[in-house]
T-cell receptor
Framework: DTAVSQTPKYLVTQMGNDKSIKCEQN?????MYWYKQDSKKFLKIMFS???????INETVPNRFSPKSPDKAHLNLHINSLELGDSAVYFC?????????????FGPGTRLTVT | RKEVEQDPGPFNVPEGATVAFNCTYS??????FFWYRQDCRKEPKLLMS???SGNEDGRFTAQLNRASQYISLLIRDSKLSDSATYLC?????????FGAGTILRVKS
């Protein structure tokens, strides 16, 4: 039933570790996104993919590497985690790469780096 | 000027009240505008799109003023269930830019 799902929901890890977050959408959408929401609640786009092709890379450190094995999946791998990476990461999808389309968000992954 | 700016609130209102939120944006070329709602510790969800002519969806009315680069959301007859953070969202090319949100608390 779930339209956009993410795993895990919570992730607690130590500085320097490498972790991955997975995202899947069953809406048949062409475009997927990763957003970061920090402690001040700003929701900022990190990446967007359209049909497995990277479209937006919003000046994110190269420790963050998205991977889209197919258009229903967009995973996020983070190397050498830092304290400042603590945030909620949301995956989203939209029908097309056109900003007038509604974006559907996953439930978020709350990452805490200690 | 920030890309999308909102009054963070919180707005504390009694049930039944009318409340209005404002938002300004800096890109005069933006064409698409939205209000999203985010409940505590949940994901954002689309509340409504904002059209040039203004649009209404039940108790919610959205207005756009392109000349002033200003968007508003009016909620009439507030319900307890309206308590949430309201995010003003503006298209900037091929991405959406979210405001920091306005917190609404409706009290009985």
């Amino acid at each position: 039933d779930t339209a956009v799902s993410q795993t895990p929901k919570y992730l607690v890890t130590q500085m320097g570790n490498d972790k991955s977050i997975k995202c899947e959408q069953n809406l048949g959408h062409d475009t997927m996104y990763w957003y970061k929401q920090d402690s001040k609640k700003f929701l900022k786009i990190m990446f967007s993919y359209n049909n497995k092709e990277l479209i937006i890379n919003e000046t994110v450190p190269n420790r963050f590497s998205p991977k889209s094995p197919d258009k229903a999946h967009l995973n996020l791998h983070i190397n050498s985690l830092e304290l400042g990476d603590s945030a909620v990461y949301f995956c989203a999808s939209s029908k097309l790469l056109v900003s007038s389309y509604e974006q559907y968000f996953g439930p978020g992954t709350r990452l805490t780096v200690t | 000027r920030k890309e999308v700016e909102q009054d963070p609130g919180p707005f504390n209102v009694p049930e039944g009240a009318t409340v209005a939120f404002n938002c300004t944006y800096s890109n005069s070329a933006s064409q698409s505008f939205f209000w999203y709602r985010q409940d505590c510790r949940k994901e954002p969800k689309l509340l409504m799109s904002v059209y040039s002519s203004g649009n209404e969806d039940g108790r919610f009315t959205a207005q756009l003023n392109r000349a002033s680069q200003y968007i508003s959301l009016l909620i009439r007859d507030s319900k307890l269930s309206d308590s949430a953070t309201y995010l003003c969202v503006v298209e900037y090319g091929n991405k959406l830019v979210f405001g920091a949100g306005t917190i609404l608390r409706v009290k009985s």
